[in-house]
């Protein structure tokens, strides 16, 4: 297992009031991500708990293009990773903004 | 996320049965993930947590009507019991016991004990049908409902068998000791578990209906499983001396008569099905139609 | 006084000492080895049918258990390496040349028998390759084949799965060699005739059914949200763009979804009739809803697949079936019918390159061709234009006179950026260089080379080969689909940016489709089972697809 965090400042908060939201099921190749609107509008925390080690440099390209693409501002997001592929983590990331934007 | 009649139970996670099964927006979960009730015992074992341990729990309302529910997560874990996951079900159970809601549905989606922690899972499982028996003693239906991938094997087929009513689909598998662990034991030629449909025609949905394991026989919708469980939740069992010993009866009964067979054909031409070995390929349409001919059907002994 | 007739007295010796194992020209599978060890002569060039599907497995249990005193050396001539058998003739000794086409269940084993020195390999072969070599240079001396039925002359019914049953007897027997069938039955009167009983020397009556693998039944149940969005951009992005209707799908899970996808994605996009409508492909489970929706005009194929039969024999107007009604398969007429008159071949592969190079061989497992390369090449015999074709041929024209541009086929990589395990799809060297080193081979095992490669699908775009102006474009433009993968993280942004700009590199967005939006609820079937329906009850699958 390995643990990896990543900060990002924000221009702007995410739209939507939902408190709460998670998507996706940790199974093999697949992962849960849990975003809750905690944080300071301009800032955002990625916290990764993943089964496969070694890929840190890889996790931290992923969450810089979604950060970049969702200006996810105000969310604490938490990841449990049963070893997915980095498009299934974008997917995951983006239908779970989705669900906070509702 | 679509209509409930669109939603295969079978694919839905955990969540989006819940969603769809209750009355739109009428979900309210207990120990949310965002509490982190999460396994103490798999990180040892360097496998990845879920944030709700693999079983979402809470109330809601079914056609108006306050129920408590609980949906396994069949694709974590195989939606085995550890320790929190079946500590939730049973705070359920006992919960209800509080509340009076008008019944508890356990979305049942699991392999059984996970080996990890196997004894605070075969605790629990032990402490489920305890908890079932009392909410059953007390008047409240207690409804399964099977129809994932993982079926309901091992210490969950052991909870369904306490259950007062059970829904099925084709898909949902119910048993204790699965394909793989009785052709470990006893051996391909007793057990082939690569067979897959030799499994179904032993374990299956299907199966489980004509021998009365099973009271309803639903399409592999959200919808079709609602409606089910609104129907079962209307014919509970009472939950007295008469009705344990007439189902102790009819168990003896059946191993009597069909204790022979080597497979679910034989026991279904036994049954008196005309041609068997169509049960399998046949539509729901047409298994419905067969079932309801079928008087064994309605042997409600698990 | 030369002897013009050397080869016909040694045949007709191999029947005579065959003889004393028949009666007639049937022999009990009992006496196999017995008259595999009469008819055979070390050294011999024999073909052992090992198809893609079908495998005459009661023959190659009988040649696996030939004295090697006898019989060895064995020069084996066969397009599928598949069953251990198939191997084991290596490791006793009664073999010894191997020149083969596709390996894929035995990959593991023959890369270790490579390396180890058992094979003395001659080459791996495409399949038309192969068969074009049964007429010149690798002539087999003895042909064993399989088949459903056969009369007591001979007269062999295939079933469904012809494949190379008649290109192995039509190199075999009129060149002198001897052919021997085996059949799961032996029958007063076949329901047709595949191979006329004179080009059969002796039929064996198997003892168990000969085994086919059910080699492209993809459950639907398995599709991921990733291979969906794939699909989707293919068929915006190549299929609709370039009206692509006589095509070649490979067996992997993207063109499956692709399959599943037409009546509901395409429907939706307007494009039925205008793409996809003529296949040389095998009976793909996964094409059902797409053919009940009136989508394909017609399909010919190159084998059959497991539980398809009854389906098949319903949809004549479809399927190339006999007067039995049921398929007649070739797979030497299909892969040149893919080869020379389909616009494109979409499949996958496990390792591209910088240039766009593929290869499905990694070093522990050496899978072979098969047909693909077949299929995935730009044939400069072809003469006749289509649309598709033109098109492509325009992209493709750097300079020279117009008047005598060509056209190009497509030939489309569609692949997930890391496969299983998380292992990169994109490298910067191919394992098939490292292969070819380590055992000698003059020519890596490439899949498909780079200059035939006109399109890479990712999750994360489409690559426009065509419109790549020199080997630097090339490059960025591979690495700008490459996702996460170290060759993708490697790009020039810039580069990239300005491949994008001219449409070279293709997003979802810029096809207007959102990650969002590939969802599993778009495929026409989710599970097996849906398939059945589709097919109105007459898709029978085995029985490890089943969940009920």
Known sequence: MESLTFRHTIQKPLPGTKRAAITGVVASGNLEVLLERVLPPDACEVAVETAINGYGDVWEAVVADFVARAQPGGLRISINDGGARPDTVSLRLLQGVRLMEA | MAAADAVSWYEASARQRVAAFLDADSFEEFVDPTERAMSPHLPLFELPRAFDDGIVVGRGRLDGRPVLVAAQEGRFMGGAFGEVHGAKLVGLLRAALDGKPSAVLILFDTGGVRLQEANAGETAIAEAMRAIAEVRAAGIPVIGLIGGRAGAYGGGGLIAGTCARLAVSEGGRISVSGPEVIETNRGAEEFDSRDRALVWRTMGGKHRRLTGGADAYVADTVAAFREAALDLIGRAPAFDRATLEAEQARLEARIARFGDCRDGAEIWARLGINDPDAVPAMTDAAFLETAAGVPEASHDAR | ?548
Request: with cysteine.
């Open chain 3, 1 to 548: 006084m030369p002897d013009w007739r050397s080869e016909r007295a040694a045949r007709d010796a191999r029947l005579e000492a065959g003889r004393a194992f028949a009666e007639g020209k049937v022999v009990v599978a009992e006496s196999v080895t017995d008259l595999l060890e009469a008819v055979l002569r070390p050294g011999d060039r024999v073909c052992l049918e090992g198809d893609n599907q079908k495998q005459a497995d009661c023959l190659a249990r009988g040649l696996a258990a030939c004295d090697p005193e006898r019989i060895h050396d064995l020069h084996m001539v066969q397009s599928g390496i598949v069953l251990p058998e198939h191997l084991d003739v290596f490791e006793t000794g009664v073999a010894r040349r191997l020149d083969y086409s596709y390996s894929g269940p035995q990959g593991a084993r023959i890369a270790k028998m490579l390396y180890g020195g058992k094979i003395a390999l001659g080459a791996v072969h495409t399949y038309l390759e192969l068969f074009a070599r049964y007429f010149v240079d690798l002539t087999p001396q003895v042909a064993l084949i399989a088949g459903v039925s056969a009369d007591r002359d001979g007269n062999l019914y295939t079933g469904p799965n012809t494949e190379d049953t008649p290109t192995v007897v039509e190199a075999t027997h009129f060149k002198n060699g001897l052919v021997i069938a085996q059949v799961n039955e032996i029958v007063e009167r076949v329901p047709r005739v595949d191979i006329p009983g004179d080009r059969i020397d002796f039929v064996v009556e198997a003892d168990t059914p000969f085994y086919v693998e059910p080699l492209f039944t993809r459950d639907p149940a398995a599709m991921t949200e990733t291979q969906i969005l794939i699909a989707m951009m293919a068929i915006k992005g190549i299929y609709a763009e370039y009206g692509v209707k006589r095509l070649n799908h490979g067996i992997g899970f993207g063109t499956a979804a692709i399959e599943l996808l037409l009546p509901t994605y395409g429907e939706r996009l307007g494009l039925k009739g205008t793409i996809a409508t003529h296949w040389a492909l095998n009976p793909h489970p996964t094409l059902i809803p797409a053919i009940e929706s009136g989508w394909v005009k017609q399909v010919h194929c190159f084998g059959s697949e497991v539980g398809m039969d009854r389906y098949i024999r319903e949809r004549p107007d479809v399927f190339f079936t006999g007067s039995d009604g049921s398929l007649r398969s070739n797979r030497a007429f299909c892969q040149t019918a893919g080869l020379y008159a389909c616009d494109m071949f979409i499949g996958a592969t496990l390792q591209i390159d910088l240039m766009g190079h593929s290869s499905t061989v990694t070093q522990s497992r050496v899978a072979g061709f098969g047909g693909a390369p077949n299929m995935g090449s730009d044939p400069h015999g072809r003469r006749h234009p289509s649309d598709t074709w033109m098109k492509a041929g325009r992209e493709a024209q750097m300079s020279g006179d117009p008047a005598l541009m060509r056209g190009r086929k497509l030939v489309v990589q569609l692949v997930e950026t890391f496969g299983d395990g998380l292992v990169p799809t994109f490298v910067e060297r191919l394992d098939a260089m490292e292969l070819a080193t380590k055992t000698g081979l003059e020519l890596a095992p490439v899949m498909i080379y780079a200059d035939d490669v006109t399109h890479i699908v990712t999750e994360e775009g489409i690559a426009n080969l065509l419109l790549c102006r020199d080997a630097d474009e090339r490059e960025q433009a591979i690495r700008g689909v490459a996702g996460y993968t170290p060759v993708g993280r490697g790009r020039d942004r810039v580069k990239v940016e300005a491949l994008r700009a001219r449409g070279v590199i293709r997003r979802p967005e810029d096809l207007g489709i959102s990650p969002l939006d590939a969802d599993r609820s778009l495929l026409a079937a989710r599970s097996i089972k849906d398939l059945v329906h589709w097919s109105g009850g007459l898709y029978e699958p085995p029985a490890k697809f089943r969940n009920w």
